[in-house]
């Protein structure tokens, strides 16, 4: 409500000195000090408790500490074994996995789950850190475009006398030609360095010369980059969606989840090995897509070589073996037929299974296939067929079937075909991520030019001397810095061969 | 040619190693001049024998030379390795560790010219000879790549942009460290130390945007391998974890309290999380470990 307030005394222009408190106007103070004199009462507290918080916001110690808290965070994520997604969720999953790790962390496994460090990335502190570190760098990066942009435009070419002594490259010059031939053969010189000056007469001749005077701007970019990614992370988690275990047997069609319309086909799977290490060498999947009924794409997709669909891909995460299963009811007429990816290990056994549901049926089917002779339950050439109440999950029977030996079970008829192969899919839609990648490309770009290409400023004070000729002044400000130097000093000695010509220096 | 590649690593060793001998008894000559120096001994030619100057200087020349020829041998191991295999070299730690010590020894030489402060060897020579000699340790035998591993184009970018920055950021640790065990005024002969800040700095401004690159390479090729650009990985994470320490390292420098000591401490704890990074995916064994497919 207050901040509404101070918003329209703004625009109404009402609050004389109180727009210090606007971020973008308060820039050009430092941070803390803003005069806040001129509101009173309720919103004069909102404003100075707004006015510490943008200083802290924009406070590069605050930010530094965010930075190195991150990374500690990070840290502990790497060192500490965290929890695969989905076992977060599902509070039996969950003490499952605690009791796998607790041999690891002994007594300090309750107290590192309570603190979220199993799951770190999602942790509360994490996205605290995170947040403010957002909100840390946006205001760091508003707080400094308008005296970036100040600088560039309206540069302070008047600096002071005692400039000239205190700045750490400075340099004096006499010279016995009039002001205005120094001038010109400096700025000459300063041109020439791809300099851009601007010069001042108030009797005395003041100037100021830069050098790639918009590189600030690639580090504003370079930090801006960093709210740019993560808005584009945020896209993706919420208007994006994965599905990380997208099985399909051979020749099986399925629709994608959640785009209407769109399926997808496998024809066949292949994986291949390095005949002398066995390593494997491909994994291929040949897939159909269809919108409609109308083939959109197809494409051989391997692991780096996912098929795109507009912002839908499809991406080689995993495979393994089907069993073909055809299922008749009473009057011969097909309810199911088709692969039915083994994907899941028997707890019992270890052996391969897969489950399919019927149509108007409450019943889910497991298949189960055999680990080899030594099976007791299911041999060779065999599958099992598991039957459950869909709603209660109650086994209703189980019995192993021949291959191609039709067998009814339960007033319905099941063949087990062949086997044949399923491959699994990531499907993903993440429309974030276009926004990332530009993100991403500021981000390397900015920095790059940020810290790779050298801004320079150069101050100049230009008198007359009482016998005719003339006294510079130089200094530059920045970090001492051999590189600064050694062009200070270069500069420095260009000019003066400017000006009294070559052959004399 | 992998026999080749191999003699010209086992020369690129040595002669490291050779190198490193060099720059050792060029820091002991240095430590005894500045002894003699402060004890008021005149330093000229002959007399002090092998301690005097140009004696120093010459030991530091030959220290040069023969690192500089570790970095032929190496080079010529990689590029006579990548013909043999096919690729760059990104496919185990062997490739790698010899692109990672040659990427610190390229990076050193860079800062030699510029700077000409040998005792810097002193420090990034071992952990470039650490590196080749784990290396010598672990199986060089060619394996073919296995289909994650199948984008040459992307993964050899992607480890030349990291061996810069990791290179650099040897040279920023050698910095720093001589920077934290002398006091303002320097000690030992050792460069000033603010001469070390300016080579740490720039050691970082270099290797700042390339480990920049190398993880957005990385969230491209996890992105075209697996799916996802960011999952959390140990790896990932762990670059993540270093790309913001040098990144909270080039704020330091700039914000009163932090500069000088604490930034310097700064780089070596990054580098310690750029060893984590670079050793990581021995121990963290994480979701995607690079063996191939995660349900495979
Ligand atoms: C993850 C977050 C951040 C990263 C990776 C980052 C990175 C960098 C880098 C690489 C530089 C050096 C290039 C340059 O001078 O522009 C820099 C400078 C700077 N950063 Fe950040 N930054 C981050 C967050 C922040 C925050 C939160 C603040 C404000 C509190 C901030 C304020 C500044 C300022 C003022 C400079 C200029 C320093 C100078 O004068 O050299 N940055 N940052």
Same mark, same amino acid.
């Given at each position: 409500?207050?901040?509404?307030?101070?918003?329209?005394?703004?625009?109404?222009?009402?609050?004389?000195?109180?727009?210090?408190?606007?971020?973008?106007?308060?820039?050009?103070?430092?941070?803390?000090?803003?005069?806040?004199? !001129?509101?009173?009462?309720?919103?004069?507290?909102?404003?100075?408790?707004?006015?510490?918080?943008?200083?802290?916001?924009?406070?590069?110690?605050?930010?530094?500490?965010?930075?190195?808290?991150?990374?500690?965070? %990070?840290?502990?994520?790497?060192?500490?074994?965290?929890?695969?997604?989905?076992?977060?969720?599902?509070?039996?999953?969950?003490?499952?996995?605690?009791?796998?790790?607790?041999?690891?962390?002994?007594?300090?496994? *309750? &107290?590192?789950?309570?603190?979220?460090?199993?799951?770190?990335?999602?942790?509360?502190?994490?996205?605290?850190?995170?947040?403010?570190?957002?909100?840390?760098? &946006?205001?760091?990066?508003?707080?400094?475009?308008?005296?970036?942009?100040?600088?560039?435009?309206? +540069?302070?070419?008047?600096?002071?006398?005692?400039?000239?002594?205190?700045?750490?490259?400075?340099?004096?010059?006499?010279?016995?030609?009039?002001?205005?031939?120094?001038?010109?053969?400096? =700025?000459?010189?300063?041109?020439?360095?791809?300099?851009?000056?601007?010069?001042?007469?108030?009797?005395?001749?003041?100037?100021?010369?830069?050098?790639?005077?918009?590189?600030?701007?690639?580090?504003?970019?370079?930090?801006?980059?960093?709210?740019?990614?993560?808005?584009?992370?945020?896209?993706?988690?919420?208007?994006?969606?994965?599905?990380?275990?997208?099985?399909?047997?051979? !020749?099986?069609?399925?629709?994608?989840?959640?785009?209407?319309?769109?399926?997808?086909?496998?024809?066949?799977?292949?994986?291949?090995?390095?005949?002398?290490?066995?390593?494997?060498?491909?994994?291929?999947?040949?897939?159909?897509?269809?919108?409609?009924?109308?083939?959109?794409?197809?494409?051989?997709?391997?692991?780096?070589? +996912?098929?795109?669909? %507009?912002?839908?891909?499809?991406?080689?995460?995993?495979?393994?073996?089907?069993?073909?299963?055809?299922?008749?009811?009473?009057? %011969?007429?097909?309810?199911?037929?088709?692969?039915?990816?083994?994907?899941?290990?028997?707890?019992?056994?270890?052996?391969?299974?897969?489950?399919?549901?019927?149509?108007?049926?409450?019943?889910?089917?497991?298949?189960?296939?055999?680990?080899?002779?030594?099976?007791?339950?299911?041999?060779? %050439?065999?599958?099992?067929?598991?039957?459950?109440?869909?709603?209660?999950?109650?086994?209703?029977?189980?019995?192993?079937?021949?291959? !191609?030996?039709?067998?009814?079970?339960?007033?319905?008829?099941?063949?087990?075909?062949? /086997?044949?192969?399923?491959?699994?899919?990531?499907?993903?839609?993440?429309? *974030?991520?276009?926004?990332?990648?530009?993100?991403?490309?500021?981000?390397?770009?900015?920095?790059?030019?940020?810290?790779?290409?050298?801004?320079?400023? &150069?101050?100049?004070?230009?008198?007359?001397?009482?016998?005719?000729?003339?006294?510079?002044?130089?200094?530059?400000?920045?970090?001492?810095?051999?590189?600064?130097?050694?062009?200070?000093?270069?500069?420095?000695?260009?000019?003066?061969?400017?000006?009294?010509?070559?052959?004399?220096? | 040619?992998?026999?080749?590649? =191999?003699?010209?690593?086992?020369?690129?060793?040595?002669?490291?190693?050779?190198?490193?001998?060099?720059?050792?008894?060029?820091?002991?000559?240095?430590?005894?001049?500045?002894?003699?120096?402060?004890?008021?001994?005149?330093?000229?030619?002959? *007399?002090?024998?092998?301690?005097?100057?140009?004696?120093?200087?010459?030991?530091?020349?030959?220290?040069?030379?023969? !690192?500089?020829?570790?970095?032929?041998?190496?080079?010529?191991?990689?590029?006579?390795?990548?013909?043999?295999?096919?690729?760059?070299?990104?496919?185990?730690?062997?490739?790698?560790?010899?692109?990672?010590?040659?990427?610190?020894?390229?990076?050193?030489?860079?800062?030699?010219?510029?700077?000409?402060?040998?005792?810097?060897?002193?420090?990034?020579?071992?952990?470039?000879?650490?590196?080749?000699?784990?290396?010598?340790?672990?199986?060089?035998?060619? /394996?073919?790549?296995?289909?994650?591993?199948?984008?040459?184009?992307?993964?050899?970018?992607?480890?030349?942009?990291?061996?810069?920055?990791?290179?650099?950021?040897?040279?920023?640790?050698?910095?720093?460290?001589?920077?934290?065990?002398?006091?303002?005024?320097?000690?030992? *002969?050792?460069?000033?130390?603010?001469?070390?800040?300016?080579?740490?700095?720039?050691?970082?401004?270099?290797?700042?945007?390339?480990?920049?690159?190398?993880?957005?390479?990385?969230?491209?090729?996890?992105?075209?391998?697996?799916?996802?650009?960011?999952?959390?990985?140990?790896?990932?994470?762990?670059?993540?974890?270093?790309?913001?320490?040098?990144?909270?390292?080039?704020?330091?420098?700039?914000?009163?309290?932090?500069?000088?000591?604490?930034?310097?401490?700064?780089?070596?704890?990054?580098?310690?999380?750029?060893?984590?990074?670079?050793?990581?995916?021995?121990?963290?064994?994480?979701?995607?470990?690079?063996?191939?497919?995660?349900?495979?």
């Amino acid at each position: 409500m207050a901040h509404t307030t101070r918003t329209q005394n703004l625009a109404a222009g009402t609050l004389p000195s109180g727009a210090g408190a606007v971020p973008a106007a308060a820039s050009a103070l430092p941070a803390g000090g803003l005069p806040t004199t !001129g509101a009173t009462g309720r919103t004069g507290a909102l404003d100075s408790a707004l006015d510490r918080l943008w200083g802290l916001l924009t406070s590069m110690k605050f930010g530094l500490l965010l930075i190195l808290a991150f990374a500690a965070f %990070g840290l502990v994520g790497t060192l500490l074994i965290q929890m695969p997604a989905g076992v977060a969720d599902d509070p039996q999953a969950r003490a499952g996995w605690l009791a796998e790790v607790r041999p690891k962390y002994g007594g300090w496994t *309750g &107290i590192l789950d309570q603190l979220q460090f199993f799951t770190i990335f999602q942790s509360v502190w994490l996205r605290a850190i995170g947040a403010l570190l957002a909100a840390s760098t &946006i205001a760091c990066t508003l707080h400094r475009i308008p005296g970036t942009w100040r600088t560039m435009t309206k +540069p302070h070419v008047n600096v002071g006398p005692t400039f000239f002594e205190h700045a750490p490259q400075h340099e004096q010059m006499t010279f016995h030609r009039a002001p205005a031939d120094v001038l010109a053969a400096a =700025e000459q010189v300063l041109k020439r360095r791809h300099y851009r000056t601007v010069t001042l007469d108030d009797g005395t001749v003041r100037i100021y010369a830069d050098r790639n005077h918009w590189q600030p701007w690639a580090g504003i970019a370079g930090h801006f980059s960093i709210v740019v990614i993560l808005a584009g992370a945020m896209v993706g988690s919420m208007w994006g969606f994965r599905d990380s275990q997208f099985m399909l047997a051979e !020749g099986a069609t399925s629709a994608v989840p959640t785009e209407p319309g769109l399926s997808i086909r496998l024809n066949s799977f292949k994986d291949t090995y390095y005949p002398d290490t066995g390593a494997p060498s491909d994994y291929v999947s040949d897939v159909v897509l269809t919108r409609d009924g109308q083939t959109v794409a197809q494409q051989q997709v391997r692991v780096n070589e +996912p098929l795109r669909y %507009g912002d839908v891909s499809f991406y080689q995460a995993f495979f393994g073996p089907a069993a073909v299963v055809t299922v008749k009811d009473a009057k %011969g007429a097909t309810l199911y037929s088709a692969g039915v990816p083994l994907a899941w290990t028997s707890n019992n056994g270890g052996n391969k299974v897969g489950t399919f549901s019927l149509p108007g049926q409450n019943v889910a089917v497991w298949v189960v296939a055999t680990t080899g002779p030594d099976d007791p339950s299911v041999k060779p %050439g065999q599958v099992a067929i598991e039957l459950y109440a869909s709603d209660t999950g109650n086994p209703i029977v189980q019995k192993s079937i021949d291959q !191609g030996t039709p067998t009814t079970i339960e007033n319905l008829t099941y063949t087990f075909e062949r /086997e044949t192969k399923y491959t699994g899919l990531n499907v993903a839609k993440d429309p *974030g991520t276009p926004i990332v990648w530009f993100g991403c490309f500021l981000l390397v770009v900015g920095f790059m030019v940020r810290l790779f290409v050298p801004y320079r400023r &150069i101050w100049g004070q230009l008198a007359s001397r009482p016998d005719g000729g003339s006294s510079l002044s130089v200094a530059a400000v920045g970090r001492r810095d051999s590189d600064l130097d050694a062009e200070f000093t270069s500069l420095v000695t260009d000019i003066r061969q400017a000006v009294t010509g070559p052959a004399r220096s | 040619m992998g026999k080749l590649a =191999e003699y010209a690593f086992v020369a690129g060793t040595l002669s490291t190693f050779l190198a490193l001998v060099g720059y050792v008894f060029y820091a002991l000559s240095g430590v005894r001049a500045a002894r003699m120096a402060a004890a008021g001994v005149p330093m000229t030619t002959g *007399g002090i024998g092998f301690t005097s100057g140009p004696r120093t200087a010459s030991i530091g020349h030959y220290a040069t030379l023969l !690192g500089g020829l570790s970095v032929f041998a190496i080079a010529a191991s990689l590029v006579l390795r990548t013909i043999a295999t096919g690729h760059g070299p990104f496919s185990n730690m062997y490739e790698f560790s010899i692109a990672f010590a040659f990427g610190i020894l390229c990076a050193y030489y860079w800062f030699e010219r510029k700077y000409r402060q040998r005792v810097l060897g002193l420090l990034a020579l071992p952990v470039a000879l650490a590196l080749l000699a784990y290396a010598a340790t672990v199986p060089a035998s060619i /394996e073919p790549l296995v289909p994650a591993l199948q984008n040459n184009m992307l993964l050899t970018v992607h480890v030349a942009t990291a061996i810069v920055a990791y290179g650099s950021f040897t040279i920023a640790f050698a910095a720093a460290l001589l920077y934290l065990i002398q006091p303002a005024t320097g000690r030992w *002969g050792l460069p000033k130390p603010a001469v070390l800040d300016e080579i740490g700095y720039r050691a970082i401004v270099i290797g700042f945007p390339f480990l920049t690159l190398t993880v957005v390479l990385g969230a491209v090729w996890a992105d075209t391998a697996w799916g996802t650009y960011w999952s959390w990985d140990p790896k990932e994470t762990a670059s993540l974890v270093t790309w913001l320490i040098y990144g909270a390292y080039l704020h330091a420098r700039v914000v009163r309290g932090w500069r000088g000591n604490k930034a310097a401490l700064l780089l070596l704890v990054g580098f310690g999380a750029t060893l984590l990074t670079y050793f990581g995916n021995l121990f963290f064994g994480g979701l995607h470990s690079y063996s191939g497919l995660a349900g495979v």
